[in-house]
């Protein structure tokens, strides 16, 4: 087995006593997977996972404190104060007949033979600062490659749990490393088998892939045959031409060029990437072979709304990705105060800082040639935005200077009239700020 004594981890100090309780009671222990390779790399590492060949009963029996996470695959969570660590027993998986679950697993007593069921060199080494760097894979030559290569054969790995070829191209993304040719060829060969992948465990990648710091590695999920299994309307964007002076990108390259143009967050960067979703549906080629996207948010916001309730998105995400799809091609011509105002009424104080990020984005992956004029719109756009904070206008409901309750005691019966007339007064004050007061607006209803 390959070792390196003189590579140097620091373990948590808490981590560090469960290794060392597990060796004193005569049992191996190794730090093992995620943790070894950010650790190697310099990046904080989240969780750190312990693998012994002591069993589940054995470690619970050396610790006062455990947890069964897991305990039918080995895995018990040993708890020191309030932190706890994966401890998990060298197995060796069954036979996986549903592309995601092994049948059984067996205990073993054999480091190696854990160490080899799991799915990329990167995250088939282990450590302990007796013996050193344990690497039967070659995982730290691969880290110094920067690549994504399985262990052994990429066939049986991917064959094995299909949601695998979907985390090779999220660890590329969030590491930005390339991926092994083999490995590569045997993801677009297995790619269909993701329809077995529920939607959650394909959710959960495509956020950590998209809240990289590298999310235009979307790109491979294409070129891999994996978006025509998980996301085919992002497909059709890719062969959908944009023939119109405002760009010079096809719908599908666009929404990649945009993907790195706003911060890592979910709402921001799923918003990105459906942001013009519902181009392919509405393009229209004029006479003088110009392309037109008319009303393009409008459905864009439906097929983002079926598209994360298909992949199980939250309602509160769903909500909010939805929101600013249709908006996000919202303009203003001539923008001053009482404009930027009506805009942002428009559009809805809670998400007019992020719709100014999401178009900021959109115009950064058009024409590099009117660059310039839009950005600088929406510089004028946000300047005028701070100006309306900072004055602290009126822009909602809940900052009108009249609520319900005395819209009732001016004589206004409670249902509908009251929220319509709500909304009137509101519109009133978006145009004229200095009329929000008590006593102005009760004298226009």
């Known amino acids: 087995m390959n070792k390196k004594e003189d590579m140097r ?52 029996a050396l610790f006062p404190r455990t947890i069964d996470t897991g305990i039918q695959h080995g895995t018990v969570t040993v708890m020191l104060g309030r932190t706890g660590f994966e401890v998990t027993t060298y197995r060796i998986d069954g036979e996986y007949q549903d592309g995601r679950h092994p049948e059984k697993v067996t205990f073993t007593r054999n480091l190696l033979e854990d160490l080899k069921r799991r799915d990329f060199t990167i995250n088939a080494m282990a450590y302990n600062e007796t013996e050193g760097l344990i690497d039967a894979f070659d995982g730290f030559e691969d880290l110094r490659n920067r690549q994504i290569r399985c262990v052994g054969d990429p066939t049986e790995r991917f064959t094995e749990d299909a949601l695998r070829i979907l985390r090779a191209v999220r660890f590329a993304a969030q590491l930005d490393f ?44 294409y070129e891999t045959g994996i978006t025509s299994v998980i996301l085919p309307e992002f497909d059709v964007c890719m062969v959908t031409p944009q023939n119109n002076p405002h760009h010079c990108y096809y719908v599908g390259e666009h929404i990649l ?169 509101l519109e009133q004050v978006i145009e004229n700020p200095e009329c929000n007061t008590k006593e102005n607006l009760l004298k226009c209803i």
């Open 257 to 425: 060029q945009a993907l790195p143009q706003v911060e890592p967050d979910k709402v921001l960067r799923l918003a990105i990437l459906l942001h013009d979703i519902g181009k392919p549906k509405v393009r229209n080629t004029d006479e003088d072979e110009v392309d037109h996207f008319t009303n393009h948010g409008d459905v864009g916001e439906e097929m983002a709304g079926s598209i994360l309730r298909r992949l199980k998105f939250d309602n509160e995400t769903i909500r909010r990705v939805k929101h600013l799809v249709r908006v996000h091609d919202y303009r203003l011509s001539d923008p001053t105060q009482r404009n930027v105002r009506r805009l942002v009424y428009k559009i809805g104080e809670s998400y007019f800082e992020d719709y100014l990020k999401i178009r900021r984005a959109d115009i950064l992956a058009q024409n590099p040639k009117m660059h310039q004029e839009k950005l600088e719109n929406l510089v004028q756009i946000d300047a005028f935005y701070k100006k309306i904070l900072e004055e602290q206008n009126c822009l909602s409901l809940k900052d009108l200077a009249v609520t319900g309750k005395d819209l009732i005691e001016a004589g206004i019966s409670p249902g509908p009239e009251i929220g319509e007339t709500l909304k009137r007064l």
């Open 178 to 221: 390339t991926i092994e040719e083999k490995t590569l060829q045997a993801i677009s060969e297995f790619a269909p088998n993701l329809s077995k992948i529920s939607a959650e465990r394909i959710q959960t990648e495509i956020v950590k892939l998209l809240t990289s710091d590298h999310p235009q590695t979307w790109r491979t999920l």
């Open 9 to 60: 981890i620091q373990i948590p100090e808490k981590g560090s006593q469960i290794i060392n309780g597990l060796t004193q009671a005569g049992f191996e222990a190794y730090i093992v997977g995620g943790c070894v390779r950010d650790a190697i790399l310099g990046r904080p590492a989240t969780d750190w996972d312990i693998t012994t060949n002591a069993k589940p009963e054995q470690v619970k």
